[in-house]
């Protein structure tokens, strides 16, 4: 689980334990100056940032990045496909990816899924399951408006 960031001050966490290794990711800058911040460890392991600084998941391996990058992929086309408010969308395709896969708002996030957790996903939005539960959800507020 990576450090919270300093409750007081707001303040990114100065290095994130590895997981993997032991050893501490430290804050790294790349070279090209569009890229932002990076949490990198000496075995590999990275996260990337918010343009606050604060880790967007938890370290990644490469698997484990590319399975999170494959998920993104596919459920990225659920919300950013839509017109209108993208993240009243994005909330609803995150809300229905919950529900498919029985997870807290808390845990439901593609930046702290597990290999297993990717692969979970994936199938879901393979099958469409998560498509459908959008759907249900979007018929269900039209007959029951707030």
Excluded at 17 to 22: D, N, S, T, V
Excluded at 64 to 93: I, N
Excluded at 105 to 111: D, T
Aim: hydrophobic fraction near 30%; charge should be positive; aromatic fraction near 6%.
């Amino acid at each position: 689980m990576p450090r919270r960031p300093d409750r007081a001050t707001g303040r990114p966490p100065p290095f994130l334990p590895c997981e993997y290794c032991g050893g501490r990711a430290m804050p790294f800058k790349p070279a090209n100056p569009n890229h932002r911040v990076l949490y990198r460890c000496r075995c590999g392991a990275s996260v990337g940032t918010h343009p606050n600084g604060h880790p967007l998941g938890t370290l990644a391996d490469e698997p484990l990045r590319e399975a999170r990058k494959e998920v993104h992929r596919r459920f990225d086309k659920l919300w950013t496909m839509r017109g209108g408010d993208y993240q009243s969308a994005r909330r609803q395709a995150y809300r229905a990816l919950r529900m498919a896969m029985s997870l807290s708002e808390a845990r439901c996030h593609i930046g702290q899924f597990t290999v297993a957790q990717c692969e979970q996903a994936v199938a879901l939005l393979e099958t469409g399951v998560v498509q459908a539960l959008m759907k249900a959800e979007r018929r269900r507020r039209q007959r029951h408006p707030h």
